[in-house]
C-alpha cells in the first residue's frame, strides 16, 4: 500500500482572507475557493497543498505542527515575509540559525538558514 499527501490541513477564521495570504507569501495558486474551503498549491495539478477550513474557536496555544521553508536569502525572505503581514513569534526557541514567524492568524512557521554541509 501506498500513501501520497494529498494536503496539509489549516484550520482558520477566515480561511479566504489566510489561504490568499498564504497564496502570495509561497507563490502557489488558487485551486479552490469555496464558502468551507480555500485549497491552495504549489501548481495547479502538483501536491501537497493547503487546504483553509473553517473553525468557530481561535488560535490559543503554540501549534503542534508547523511549516519550515528554506529560502536562497534568509533575512530578504523574512523582510519579504513580514512585509506581507507576518510577525515575528518567540515561542522559546533563544538564539537559533532559524527565525520563528507568524502568519496574520498567529500560526507559527520557521525561515531557515543555509544548509550546512
Known sequence: ???EWEQVIVDSA??????RWWAEALGWVI???YPDEYEIRP????????LFVPVPESKTVKNRLHLDFR???QEAEV????ALGARHADV???EQSWVTLL???????CVLGARHG
Open 71 to 73: 529560502p536562497e536569502d
Open 92 to 94: 522559546g526557541q533563544g
Open 79 to 82: 523582510a519579504r515575509l513580514i
Open 31 to 33: 485551486v479552490g475557493e
Open 1 to 3: 500500500m501506498a500513501l
Open 14 to 19: 477566515d480561511p479566504t482572507a489566510l489561504g
Open 43 to 50: 501548481e495547479k495539478d502538483r501536491v501537497p497543498g493547503l
Open 103 to 109: 502568519d496574520p492568524e498567529g500560526n507559527e512557521f
